[in-house]
C-alpha cells in the first residue's frame, strides 16, 4: 500500500495472473482494509490493478478453498462499509469476482482501455460475491439483466453509459485522476463522510420510513461529533472579544 498525502493507493500485485483473485489476496486485502479503517491519517481509498487488469476474477487454475465464498464475501462486505470514500480505478480487464469486488466501491472510474463485464454466465455460475444483487442497485434491473445474461465485456464508454463507472481518463493518467478525485470526497470531516455514507446506504437497503429514520441518526451522530469543536470555537471566540 502507498500513501499519497491522505489518499491510500492499493495495488492488486498479481500481474502474471491478471491479478486473479485467490485465498491469499484476499486475505492481505482484508488487513489493508483493516489498517486503512483504524488509520486517522487516512481520508480515502484508491484501489487498483496495473495496466492490464484491475481483476479477472477468480484464479480458477487453483483449487477453490473451502472457505474461499465466506472469504470473499466477508472482504466485499468490508471493503463496501469501509467508513471512509472508496474509488476503483480500472485499467484493463475487470470481470466476473473483479467486477463484485468494483461493485463494492463507492465510485468507479475506468482508463479508456478497460473492459468491464460480470462473464459468470461464461462459466455456469452467477457469482458468489453478489454479482447479481449489487449490479441491480448500480445499474438497474433491466441493464443487469443485459449484462449477466450476455457475458459481454463492456469498453469504457459502454461502462460509462450504463453507469458502472462515472469518469473516463487516459489509461497514463489514471492513477494520478483518480487519486485527484479521492481527496475531492474528503471535504466534510471523517465522521460526516463516515456517517453520510452509512445514511447512503440505509437509502439504498431500507424502505423510506426506516431510511429517513436512520438518516436523523446519521445527522445527530455527525452534530454530536462536532458539538465539542464548535463550542471550543465559540469559546475561544468569545475570551478573544472579551480581552479585546
Known amino acids: 500500500m502507498e500513501q499519497r498525502d491522505a489518499i491510500a493507493l492499493l ?110 454466465a461464461r462459466i455456469n455460475s452467477i457469482g458468489g460475491a453478489g454479482a447479481t444483487v449489487r449490479l441491480v442497485r448500480t445499474i438497474g434491473l433491466a441493464r443487469a439483466k443485459e449484462l449477466v445474461f450476455s457475458g459481454n465485456a463492456l469498453d469504457a464508454e459502454a461502462a460509462r453509459a450504463a453507469g458502472l463507472v462515472s469518469h473516463i481518463f487516459p489509461e497514463v493518467d489514471l492513477i494520478d485522476a483518480a487519486v485527484g478525485l479521492a481527496r475531492t470526497l474528503c471535504i466534510g470531516s471523517p465522521a460526516t463522510v463516515r456517517q453520510a455514507k452509512l445514511s447512503l446506504h440505509a437509502a439504498a437497503d431500507l424502505g423510506l420510513a426506516e431510511a429517513l429514520a436512520y438518516s436523523l441518526q446519521c445527522q445527530r451522530a455527525v452534530r454530536d461529533a462536532h458539538t465539542g469543536s464548535y463550542v471550543e470555537r465559540h469559546a475561544a471566540r468569545n475570551t478573544d472579544n472579551s480581552r479585546s
Not at 54 to 82: A, H, W
Request: hydrophobic fraction near 40%; glycine fraction near 8%; proline fraction near 4%.
Open 11 to 120: 495495488r492488486f500485485n498479481r500481474p502474471s495472473r491478471r491479478n486473479a483473485l485467490n485465498q491469499l489476496l484476499l486475505n492481505e486485502l482484508a488487513g489493508v482494509l483493516e489498517q486503512v479503517e483504524a488509520n486517522d491519517a487516512i481520508r480515502a481509498l484508491v484501489l487498483t490493478g496495473n495496466a492490464q487488469a484491475f481483476s479477472s476474477g477468480q484464479d480458477l487454475k487453483e483449487e477453490e478453498p473451502p472457505d474461499y465464498v465466506s472469504t470473499i464475501n466477508s472482504v466485499c462486505s468490508r471493503l463496501e462499509m469501509l467508513g471512509k470514500p472508496t474509488i476503483a480505478a480500472i485499467g484493463g480487464w475487470c470481470i466476473a469476482g473483479g467486477l463484485e469486488v468494483a461493485l463494492c466501491c463507492d465510485v468507479r472510474v475506468c482508463a479508456d482501455t478497460a473492459k468491464i463485464g460480470d462473464w459468470h
